[in-house]
């Protein structure tokens, strides 16, 4: 503890040990991981959004209507209801991705506050782990 008090007021950064540099070294892979899923995030939602204009538009055609439905790069012919019935469950589907992604975020911001608090109160303003 005195060494450490005669640091401070020396202006003198704490020592880095091992221990210190795995706790910025998993910061950062956490970091990492919550940006791909914080992308990963808006591709889901603006697909969920495009499948949600998709359904709205179908329930204006009857159910014997025909309509162009999308599989993979292909366009094939089938009826509205069917089609309604693949939007649907493609929607439950996303809903599902974004629902743990959105778990796995959490988990993820839990992480790096607990490990924010660890290294800052070892190294104080030394160390900045807050986004630009």
């Known amino acids: 503890r005195r060494k450490m008090r005669k640091q401070e007021k020396s202006g003198a950064d704490p020592e880095v040990t091992w221990q210190d540099q795995q706790c910025i070294n998993s910061f950062n892979r956490l970091n990492q991981k919550y940006h791909e899923l914080r992308d990963e995030l808006k591709v889901r939602k603006n697909e969920l959004q495009t499948l949600e204009d998709a359904s709205n538009d179908m329930m204006l055609l009857d159910d014997d209507d025909i309509?162009?439905?999308?599989?993979?790069?292909?366009?094939?012919?089938?009826?509205?209801?069917?089609?309604?019935?693949?939007?649907?469950?493609?929607k439950n589907e996303v809903d599902g991705k974004v629902a743990d992604i959105e778990a796995g975020i959490e988990v993820i911001q839990r992480k790096m506050k607990d490990l924010k608090g660890i290294l800052y109160a070892k190294f104080g303003q030394s160390i900045n782990l807050e986004e630009e």
């Open 67 to 90: 309509v162009k439905y999308q599989l993979g790069e292909s366009f094939v012919d089938m009826k509205a209801s069917r089609a309604q019935d693949l939007v649907d469950a493609s």
